[in-house]
């Protein structure tokens, strides 16, 4: 614990506690009991993943500019002898009693802001995985494709797993996929990347991009741990494209494939049910 004393008073954090938290399976995160507030800090070694700390704090300054939801705030990052680290302020959970119109209304007003162009400025991760945000596309079809599922795909096959008909299955999906504007997305919506307070809702862990705005509504459906009512009020709130809900598998297709690289052939089969249902 030496080395996160000595990276808290480095940023003029007065330490009283330190206590792991639990959650993330890439870095160390600890609780941070100062004098004046709580912090996190979350931890790695310094030549693992270049720039991850720099860019998910970028990333998150990108959020807390628009608003929609409770963002933890960006205290600093850097390296300290062989660590990277990045602290943020601590975010206390709590239930607020309508959470479901709290957490939809904050998510439409994110997918609300709006880009002429599928992508961004920087890649960033998803996971401990490089995501590729660039060069930005002018549709979602050709972002979709380029940006997520062909890399993805590659490292697939580095990891010695094959696809059959991929040529095909991408020429299949240019009808589906609708032309929408691309919208700003957390990118990595599964369940426990969000928190409520005890008024609002909080989202963190971040992998935004300009996307197709369906796919954050997806991630949220792969894994469950979210009421239904969200996706009601937010289609309410926010209309999607009609028959949004047959394009589900489409979207978790890259989250799928993700989880393909990261954890292995557990997810190998359903890659292919998905594209199967294209072929």
């Excluded at 933890?72 to 850097?78: C, H, L, N, Q």
């Excluded at 960033?124 to 890399?151: E, S, V």
Aim: aromatic share 14%; with cysteine.
């Amino acid at each position: 614990m030496q080395h996160i004393k000595a990276i808290c008073k480095l940023n003029a954090i007065n330490v009283q506690n330190i206590c792991p938290l639990s959650g993330g399976d890439i870095n160390d995160t600890y609780k941070i009991g100062s004098s004046k507030k709580d912090y996190v800090i979350k931890l790695n070694q310094a030549n693992r993943f270049p720039k991850m700390f720099e860019l998910e704090a970028k990333s998150l300054d990108i959020l807390s500019k628009i608003k929609s939801f409770v963002i933890p705030e960006v205290v600093a990052y850097g390296d300290f002898k062989n660590y990277t680290y990045l602290i943020l302020g601590y975010v206390e959970s709590g239930q607020p009693q309508n959470a479901s119109e709290i957490f939809a209304v904050g998510l439409a007003k994110l997918h609300q802001n709006k880009s002429e162009q599928f992508g961004l400025g920087f890649n960033n991760y998803i996971g401990r995985l490089t995501q590729t945000n660039k060069p930005q596309k002018d549709n979602a079809l050709d972002f979709y494709i380029d940006l997520r599922l062909k890399p993805q795909f590659r490292l697939a096959r580095q990891n010695g797993f094959e696809f059959k008909n991929l040529d095909n299955f991408f020429k299949n999906i240019e009808t589906i996929i609708p032309k929408e504007s691309a919208s700003l997305i957390h990118g990595d919506l599964w369940a426990g990347n969000h928190l409520f307070t005890p008024t609002q809702a909080c989202i963190f862990d971040p992998a935004i991009a300009y996307a197709p705005r369906e796919m954050d509504l997806a991630m949220m459906k792969l894994f469950g741990g979210y009421n239904e009512n969200i996706f009601k009020i937010y289609n309410e709130l926010f209309p999607l494209e009609p028959d949004w809900t047959s394009r589900i598998p489409l979207w978790q297709l890259y989250y799928i494939l993700v989880h393909l690289n990261l954890f292995g052939s557990s997810y190998y089969i359903q890659v292919k049910d998905i594209l199967n249902q294209y072929q």
